[in-house]
């Protein structure tokens, strides 16, 4: 797996050991991957999108071509997971889902696993999420409210065939460690496409000196956005130069260039109040932008922020007892900048970590999504002094 800097790409900012969001102590990532098949949809293309039919036609339901999967970020890992994170959101552009986020902007918690699948599959995540809380906590009477996020694979996997079940959602959490993180078409990433080139899942992390501490900002990042133009690295606008070789967009049932979603998830250990880990998620689009992206209409682009600081600090109260307060430690507002750097550059790493990680992949009727090309993107960076 080849990763941005080991590209060679000069990229800013001191990593964590995993250059990975794992890097957040207690942060845990898994994944289930889903890939069988390899023939027409079991539905129809979506109504929006006009054009040619299925190369076959369609075939009986959840017999279709599989290029899909679940992702399972762990903010306190398995034994924590009901001890709330301060946390925050923010959407860039809204055509896509988020469960959860009205009540982490009405309380700044954040408690469960978070889950990222195909927008199809949101129901099944969530209910595997409870399944999951309710294994390991089998007499939890409250209410759980867990956190599903999504982007469309719907080019390379038959989306609508019903492939992601519950128990993938907790085959991903059960799988869940720390350390290095697999990137490019894994977990919820699978089918997806980023610059119309193989997109999917990638990460990266940042250590931030405060006084005489340090803290990490991780970013993970799932890709699915981006027309090819718009493609940039390190500075130099590259997409143009890549444009031959784009199935994805010289298709003619897709949406316009650009349009798909991107879902990103940011970490720290740094002690945040619920609206700083807010302003975190808010410089998510800036780290795109770096990549090229312009938040199109058509993609959904939603940010969550949270932080691991103040444990049981935000449980939710006293209810067996007095009523009581909790207090939160915090880095003071005007000393946070390096934080919202932090959180540009990795989510820049990220996407670019998601593009080389790419591997061609054929789906559905045949589609195809090509990998970035290495020697050439190279070439173009050399020329320009990059490299």
Not at 296 to 313: K, Q, R
Not at 314 to 333: A, H
Not at 371 to 381: E, S
Request: proline share 8%.
């Amino acid at each position: 797996m080849t990763r941005a800097r080991a590209f060679g790409l000069p990229l800013p900012g001191t990593p964590g050991p995993h250059n990975a969001i794992t890097d957040v102590p207690g942060v845990e990532v898994g994944y289930t991957t889903l890939i069988s098949g390899d023939g027409p949809s079991s539905s129809p293309h979506p109504p929006l999108f006009q054009g040619r039919a299925p190369l076959d036609g369609p075939t009986r339901r959840g017999a279709g071509t599989v290029r899909t999967g679940v992702t399972a970020l762990l903010p306190r890992g398995r034994d924590g997971f009901l001890d709330p994170c301060a946390a925050g959101i923010h959407s860039l552009n809204g055509n896509g889902e988020m469960t959860g986020s009205h009540w982490i902007a009405e309380t700044g918690a954040l408690t469960l696993p978070v889950m990222i699948t195909n927008t199809h599959a949101v129901g099944a995540a969530h209910r595997g999420a409870i399944d999951w809380a309710l294994r390991e906590r089998p007499g939890f009477q409250e209410w759980l409210l867990p956190v599903v996020a999504e982007t469309w694979d719907g080019y390379l996997n038959d989306i609508g065939g019903d492939h992601v079940r519950p128990g993938h959602a907790v085959a991903a959490i059960d799988a869940a460690s720390g350390g290095a993180v697999e990137e490019g078409s894994v977990g919820g990433g699978t089918g997806m496409n980023c610059y119309s080139f193989k997109g999917g899942s990638g990460t990266s992390s940042r250590v931030v000196a405060h006084g005489s501490d340090s803290y990490t900002v991780g970013a993970f990042v799932q890709a699915n956005f981006g027309g090819r133009r718009q493609l940039t690295v390190c500075g130099v606008p590259v997409g143009a130069d890549l444009a031959d070789d784009n199935p994805i967009e010289d298709d003619d049932w897709l949406a316009p260039p650009g349009s798909g979603s991107v879902i990103v998830v940011i970490g720290t250990d740094a002690p945040l109040l619920p609206g700083q880990c807010t302003a975190l998620a808010r410089r998510v689009p800036l780290g795109l932008a770096r990549t090229g992206a312009y938040g199109a209409h058509g993609s959904g682009d939603i940010f969550l922020a949270f932080s691991t600081a103040n444990p049981g600090a935000i449980s939710g109260g006293f209810p067996d007892g007095e009523p009581g307060y909790d207090t939160l430690r915090f880095v003071p507002w005007n000393r946070i900048d390096p934080f919202f750097e932090a959180v540009v550059e990795t989510v820049e790493e990220a996407v670019l970590n998601v593009l080389l990680a790419g591997r061609t992949m054929i789906g559905r009727d045949g589609h195809r999504s090509p990998a970035l090309p290495h020697d050439r993107l190279k070439d173009l960076l050399t020329a320009r002094g990059v490299l």
